[in-house]
């Protein structure tokens, strides 16, 4: 997640939350688990956004959710029907549903807001979906085909797939084999291995990664800084998050901050490379001002 430039302390006024210990620890310890409330880990992920956000309120909405879905559809004993009711009462009876004019927001990727709104992207509606099948003792769980976000539901040799973006739609094998083709150009083709539940440490640094871009496309970069705090704080991170922070850094104004990012990304990474070329300069500037 480049951020060009690095002039001036633009999103350095916006009020986030700090990235704190007890956030840092519920979080990790959520990604870590295989049956994680990932409506939880989402409203956590959107603190650095909403830093008076409800968590403990917002689990009572998906619960409630929860209950509705229960109430209207009490036969989910096989995938089929507990994924037609996911469909039935989501996506056209609540009118969950993706909308592409809106994708570029932040707010599509900030889960109270989805909630809310009832608008999102791939990944925030699959954890809709998912959080609210679990809840109902539904074995449900993400699945992240390339370039595109679905929910599967386990049962029989092979999944139940539908696609919360599109109302919940049931996606058979021609149509998987499609999405993904279309997705790719054509370069990668589908494999049923594809099907396979994404672990929740990815869900969380894909959900962290869209609300980073659209936080940075928005000029908002004090927020895009916690959510890039929050990435370093996964097990999965990696080197490019020090390189993302250093950037964010230098646009809100911490310069010391940005230079230390830089010097840990130089010493995780190795090799003469254009990207750490930029880094050494970036944190050679960003010393240079705290004279």
């Not at 409630?64 to 507990?82: E, I, N």
């Not at 869209?210 to 705090?229: G, Q």
């Not at 390189?243 to 990304?265: K, N, P, W």
């Amino acid at each position: 997640m480049p951020v060009r430039g690095a002039s001036g302390p633009a999103g350095a006024a916006a009020t986030v939350r700090p990235m704190t210990e007890d956030v840092r620890r519920r979080l990790v310890r959520l990604v870590r688990r295989s049956d994680a409330d990932l409506a939880e880990a989402a409203l956590l992920c959107a603190l650095g956004c909403a830093p008076d956000l409800d968590v403990e309120g917002e689990l009572l909405h998906v619960d409630a959710l929860a209950d509705g879905l229960r109430s209207q559809h009490p036969d989910l004993g096989s995938s089929v029907a507990a994924a037609t009711a996911l469909r039935d009462h989501l996506g056209v009876g609540l009118g969950f549903r993706g909308d592409p004019d809106r994708s570029h927001l932040p707010e599509a990727s900030l889960l109270h807001h989805v909630l809310a709104e009832r608008r999102g992207l791939p990944l925030t509606l699959s954890i809709v979906y998912v959080a609210i099948a679990r809840r109902l003792r539904v074995a449900a769980y993400p699945i992240g085909l390339p370039g595109h976000v679905v929910v599967g539901v386990a049962g029989g040799e092979h999944p139940v797939t539908l696609d919360p973006f599109h109302g919940g739609i049931l996606l058979d094998e021609p149509t998987l084999v499609a999405r993904v083709h279309d997705a790719t150009g054509g370069r990668v083709a589908f494999r049923r291995a594809m099907l396979r539940p994404t672990p929740t440490v990815r869900v969380v640094r894909r959900l962290l990664n869209n609300l980073s871009r659209a936080l940075v496309h928005a000029e908002r970069f004090a927020e895009a800084r916690w959510t890039v705090e929050t990435k370093l704080a996964l097990p999965n991170h990696v080197a490019e998050d020090h390189r993302d922070l250093g950037a964010l850094s230098i646009r809100t104004g911490r310069f010391d901050a940005a230079a230390a990012a830089y010097e840990r990304y130089l010493e995780l990474t190795e090799g003469d490379t254009p990207e750490r070329q930029a880094a050494r300069r970036a944190a050679i500037d960003a010393r240079a001002r705290l004279n």
